[in-house]
């Protein structure tokens, strides 16, 4: 997440002080990613040097801070840039399983059964939390949806290994391994 560019989308409203930004990014946010009031001034100062805000005031905590023209371009810049999705991030989850796969004695199904069961728990928990939020509750709603989709998809992911390594004949810890640079290679190649 970009504090940074959530920072410039607060001043585009019109100037503020460092406290208000972080009530307001909590409260834009549903209150789901707490903000440190000193990583909030941090930000603006880095922001203000980059020529992207400007403040008025002593710099204490009521300073006043706004948007320049170069922090408005930046900001419609950032919010056109459809997210970098190259190389793949890495992902927990994904590298516990591949190297699961070479551990020996690793019942690797029941792996799989352990993490979907978590996550299917965590689904019935947002879904729960998703009928009592008000029709009001935009931000909190959408950030639900966020996660309920973003969890369905790592079971689905689950499920697709789990089939998967079903098909293959049996693996051992002692498999050559020589193939795993290529693959990264690979999978670089189509993202370009």
Known sequence: MSIRHALLA???EGPKYGLQLRQEFESRTGEVWPLNVGQVYTTLQRLERDGLVESEGSGGPQNVFTITPTGSDELNGWLRTPPDVVPPPRDELVIKVLVAMRVPGVDLPELLQGHRRHLVQAMQEYTHLKSEIAEDE??????????????????RWLDTTDARLKRLPARTASRDTTSAPRLGRRIAGVRR
């Open 10 to 12: 607060l001043l585009s």
């Open 138 to 155: 935009v931000e909190l709603s959408l950030v639900v949806d966020s996660e309920l989709f973003r969890i369905e998809a790592i079971v």
